[in-house]
């Protein structure tokens, strides 16, 4: 009988390890203690219905558990007695004892206890407005909290996993406003004055060789995500207006994680972009800076050769190496080197014998020499370049200071190595559809740039915080699952 009455009284004992554990676990590793008594000093002495705390931690089970609106989270917590009580609500209604006065009883004159008529009892769950003021304050008192929440739990998943950080990577998203982006006839501004239209453009060549394009427009904002590519983690967010650039954000973003934390910088290998983040600046910046080797891959800029009326699209465009005189050792715009045999005209790929640190150069080998070749003008290509190197075949320097940092980069672009870093950078792809998903921006209620940037910074908090808690908990196999179980042995 005792367990029965225990059963009724401890909703945990009902739940043992369940769903509620996730929320526990983002509760108890998201460092939110300076944030939740910042709001507490601001409620000072006012009305204190629903406690700061608890009040906090019902925002955050609503990101938890996915919930896509306020109104939701509310019917959730009507119906679920053991969230309210983990959020720290009252389990059930409150009431308070009507008060009593002394009165005289109109037969006999005797003084009596007359109770006033009770008051409703008030429900345990806030209601929709007492979440709209709390939000309010949240988003324009603690937004700079928030942010620094996840530098904080950046440094914290530093200390557990000695390899996070060692791979990083870059990818800007795309965030629709709950805005149609039409301007109003009457106020001339939109429903999100935030907000502004954004456009990206994709393009390439398909399987038969014709030129295709794409483009994307929306009305919003873009989400600018730095995460670690190997564990599948967030390391730093920004948040701007649809139209801004993202190789500017970029830049900015790298400066600003590497100032807060140092040892995030000596700690990077390489950092991972697509094409559309490739410029000579970043690539730069990255090696020259931080000693972080760049895999961005590289976008097709030359156009000249192309006017020319025996241009062969199928063929790569190669320029010379050393355009200051007459040689025969050619490169493409992705960084390739080949020679070109003076004799025969045959191009071939140079032999890639490793990048040299101490001279900030990439060393590349004859191919003849290096794979037992025939090469009936190796010796004219040894007069071009200069060269009595014997045996061993011609070795070529391509020096980074001296040629065009955006092609040539420590990791030559379309190397085996440069292919498992690039290759990594798939992991924002699967944290960008997560954050459609799992946290439903995909379909939202969200106007204005800081409703936003605390809606989708809370996401990503709360992405870390769960990362966090199953690696302390030695589950490490389970650190990028945001609905997944914990299992009751875990």
Same mark, same amino acid.
């Not at 009580?85 to 005289?104: D, I, M, N, R, S």
């Not at 075949?393 to 940092?405: K, T």
């Given at each position: 009988?005792?367990?029965?009455?225990?059963?009724?009284?401890?909703?945990?004992?009902?739940?043992?390890?369940?769903?509620?554990?996730?929320?526990?676990? @983002?509760?108890?590793?998201?460092?939110?203690?300076?944030?939740?008594?910042?709001?507490?000093?601001?409620? $000072?002495?006012?009305?204190?219905? *629903?406690?700061?705390?608890?009040?906090?931690?019902?925002?955050?089970?609503?990101? @938890?558990?996915?919930?896509?609106?306020?109104?939701?989270?509310?019917?959730?917590?009507?119906?679920?007695?053991?969230?309210?009580?983990?959020?720290?609500?009252?389990?059930?209604?409150?009431?308070?004892?009507?008060? +009593?006065?002394?009165?005289?009883?109109?037969?006999? $004159?005797?003084?009596?206890? +007359?109770?006033?008529?009770?008051?409703?009892?008030?429900?345990?769950?806030?209601?929709?407005?007492?979440?709209?003021?709390?939000?309010?304050?949240?988003?324009?008192?603690?937004?700079?909290?928030?942010?620094?929440?996840?530098?904080?739990?950046?440094?914290?998943?530093?200390?557990?996993?000695?390899?996070?950080?060692?791979?990083?990577?870059?990818?800007?998203?795309?965030?629709?406003?709950?805005?149609?982006?039409?301007?109003?006839?009457?106020?001339?501004?939109?429903?999100?004055?935030?907000?502004?239209? $954004?456009?990206?453009?994709?393009?390439? @060549?398909?399987?038969?060789?014709?030129?295709?394009?794409?483009?994307?427009?929306?009305?919003? *904002?873009?989400?600018?995500?730095? +995460?670690?590519?190997?564990?599948?983690?967030? @390391?730093?967010?920004?948040?701007?207006?649809?139209?801004?650039?993202?190789?500017?954000?970029?830049?900015?973003?790298?400066?600003?994680?590497?100032?807060?934390?140092?040892?995030?910088?000596?700690?990077?290998?390489?950092?991972?972009?697509?094409?559309?983040?490739?410029?000579?600046?970043?690539?730069?910046?990255?090696?020259?800076?931080?000693?972080?080797?760049?895999?961005?891959?590289?976008?097709?800029?030359?156009?000249?050769?192309?006017?020319?009326?025996? *241009?062969?699209?199928?063929?790569?465009?190669?320029?010379?190496?050393?355009?200051?005189?007459?040689?025969?050792?050619?490169?493409?715009?992705?960084?390739?080197?080949?020679?070109?045999?003076?004799?025969?005209?045959?191009?071939?790929?140079?032999?890639?014998?490793?990048?040299?640190?101490?001279?900030?150069?990439?060393?590349?080998?004859?191919?003849? +020499?290096?794979?037992?070749?025939?090469?009936?003008?190796?010796?004219?290509?040894?007069?071009?370049?200069?060269?009595?190197?014997?045996?061993?075949?011609?070795?070529?320097?391509?020096?980074?200071?001296?040629?065009?940092?955006?092609?040539?980069?420590?990791?030559?672009?379309?190397?085996?190595?440069?292919?498992?870093?690039?290759?990594?950078?798939?992991?924002?792809?699967?944290?960008?559809?997560?954050?459609?998903?799992?946290?439903?921006?995909?379909?939202?209620?969200?106007?204005?740039?800081?409703?936003?940037?605390?809606?989708?910074?809370?996401?990503?908090?709360?992405?870390?915080?769960?990362?966090?808690?199953?690696?302390?908990?030695?589950?490490?196999?389970?650190?990028?699952?945001?609905?997944?179980?914990?299992?009751?042995?875990?």
């Amino acid at each position: 009988m005792a367990a029965i009455e225990l059963s009724l009284v401890d909703w945990r004992a009902v739940e043992g390890r369940s769903d509620l554990d996730r929320f526990y676990l @983002v509760r108890d590793h998201l460092p939110d203690a300076r944030l939740v008594q910042y709001l507490e000093v601001m409620r $000072g002495a006012g009305r204190d219905d *629903y406690p700061v705390a608890a009040m906090w931690n019902a925002v955050l089970a609503g990101v @938890v558990f996915q919930h896509p609106s306020i109104e939701a989270l509310i019917r959730e917590l009507g119906r679920n007695p053991a969230l309210r009580e983990a959020c720290g609500f009252a389990v059930l209604p409150l009431q308070k004892k009507p008060p +009593a006065h002394v009165v005289p009883d109109a037969d006999t $004159g005797r003084m009596t206890i +007359a109770y006033a008529a009770p008051e409703a009892a008030r429900a345990a769950v806030p209601g929709s407005w007492n979440f709209s003021r709390f939000l309010a304050n949240v988003i324009e008192q603690t937004l700079g909290m928030v942010t620094q929440m996840i530098t904080t739990l950046r440094e914290q998943l530093m200390e557990v996993l000695p390899a996070f950080g060692c791979h990083l990577g870059y990818d800007g998203k795309a965030i629709d406003s709950h805005s149609t982006g039409r301007v109003s006839r009457t106020t001339g501004a939109t429903s999100d004055p935030d907000a502004d239209w $954004g456009k990206h453009e994709t393009s390439g @060549v398909d399987a038969s060789g014709k030129p295709w394009k794409k483009i994307k427009s929306w009305f919003g *904002y873009g989400v600018h995500l730095i +995460a670690d590519t190997h564990y599948e983690i967030p @390391v730093a967010m920004h948040l701007t207006p649809a139209s801004h650039a993202e190789q500017i954000q970029l830049r900015v973003m790298l400066k600003e994680i590497f100032a807060e934390t140092p040892e995030l910088a000596e700690r990077c290998r390489d950092f991972s972009a697509d094409r559309g983040l490739d410029s000579t600046e970043t690539k730069t910046l990255l090696w020259e800076t931080y000693g972080i080797r760049p895999l961005i891959d590289t976008r097709e800029l030359w156009r000249e050769e192309k006017q020319h009326p025996d *241009y062969d699209p199928a063929k790569p465009i190669t320029r010379p190496l050393f355009p200051e005189r007459v040689d025969t050792i050619v490169h493409t715009e992705k960084g390739s080197v080949h020679c070109i045999c003076p004799q025969t005209g045959e191009q071939r790929d140079l032999a890639f014998q490793g990048f040299e640190a101490d001279r900030n150069a990439l060393k590349y080998r004859c191919p003849a +020499a290096a794979y037992g070749l025939e090469c009936q003008g190796r010796e004219r290509c040894h007069q071009a370049g200069g060269v009595t190197p014997g045996e061993y075949g011609r070795i070529v320097r391509i020096s980074l200071d001296d040629h065009d940092r955006r092609i040539f980069v420590p990791t030559p672009h379309g190397s085996p190595s440069w292919h498992r870093g690039y290759n990594r950078r798939s992991a924002l792809e699967r944290i960008n559809n997560r954050i459609d998903h799992s946290f439903g921006f995909e379909r939202h209620f969200i106007r204005g740039l800081a409703k936003m940037q605390t809606r989708v910074g809370l996401a990503l908090a709360v992405m870390m915080a769960m990362a966090l808690g199953h690696v302390k908990d030695g589950r490490l196999g389970q650190m990028r699952s945001l609905v997944q179980p914990i299992p009751a042995t875990g």
